[in-house]
Nanobody, 127 residues
Framework: EVQLVEFGGGLVQAGGSLRLSCAAS????????FGWFRQAPGKAREGVSS????????YYADSVKGRFTISSDNAGNTVYLQMNNLKFEDTAVYYC????????????????????WGRGTQVTVSS
């Protein structure tokens, strides 16, 4: 059974940085795709970034390109999301998600690609 636990959320001022961690168990990291999603109050869950561990390919939403960086520590079973130059509109609950890397998915930032989810961690950016 795949289990994902997120860490690292908190309150930060605009322009600041946070690093989120996702501890994964029940997986062989290299055989999985991992994604970070976020959901603000009253809004749909949206894809932020993802990483395909078999080749390290990464994907980013336009709203976070150049500010967020996803990485994976396969030996440590942890996926990270480094968030720099945070903006008020980045405020949301951030979720880690995983999917077995069985084939090339059509959208690595879509919620329907993933079947395992963490419970989320709150990120609040004060303006």
């Amino acid at each position: 059974e795949v289990q994902l636990v997120e860490f690292g959320g908190g309150l930060v001022q605009a322009g600041g940085s946070l690093r989120l961690s996702c501890a994964a168990s029940g997986v062989t990291m290299r055989d999985y795709v991992f994604g970070w999603f976020r959901q603000a109050p009253g809004k749909a869950r949206e894809g932020v970034s993802s990483i395909r561990n078999r080749d390290g390919k990464t994907y980013y939403a336009d709203s976070v390109k150049g500010r967020f960086t996803i990485s994976s520590d396969n030996a440590g079973n942890t996926v990270y999301l480094q968030m720099n130059n945070l903006k008020f509109e980045d405020t949301a609950v951030y979720y880690c998600a995983a999917a077995a890397d069985l084939y090339n998915y059509d959208n690595y930032l879509a919620t329907y690609t993933y079947d395992s989810w963490g419970r989320g961690t709150q990120v609040t950016v004060s303006s």
